[in-house]
């Protein structure tokens, strides 16, 4: 199974010009958008979305954001480096990872088998 992508259906496109905003609703219901050039799609459109595991933020608590890409998922593992830290979760029937500094892993204090939320800006997802 593909890391990083996220199937969802369209339900929703604006554009200006030729930047489209697509709106995105996964199978548990989680509202996604991203925003793309030359979006050839259509509304009902059944995509898969990828997402760079560098351009992923995780919080164990959303408070005020303005990130509309927040998805709940389970982490299932952590690997620690000198600098880096690979967070991979399971979201629906798929793996999402984040890479994220280690000193941000510390001081969240993230543990396996425990839920957090991965949080992606629209302008950093894409259609595959």
């Known amino acids: 199974m593909a890391t990083n992508k996220i199937e969802a259906k369209i339900i929703a496109l604006k554009n200006s010009d030729d930047i489209f905003r697509v709106d995105l609703e996964t199978k548990s219901g989680v509202k ?43 982490i299932s593992s952590i690997e620690n480096g000198e600098v880096l830290t690979k967070i991979s979760a399971k979201f629906e029937e798929r793996e999402i ?10 001081k969240l204090g993230l543990k396996a088998n425990e839920n957090a ?12």
């Open 32 to 74: 996604l958008a991203l925003v793309c050039l030359n979006c050839e799609k259509n509304i009902g459109d059944v995509i898969l979305v990828g997402i760079n595991p560098t351009n992923v933020a995780i919080s164990k608590k959303i408070e005020n954001l303005s990130i509309s890409n927040q998805i709940p998922a389970q």
């Open 97 to 106: 990872c984040a890479i994220i500094t280690r000193t941000s892993s510390d």
């Open 117 to 128: 939320i991965f949080l992606i800006k629209s302008t950093d997802m894409f259609i595959v």
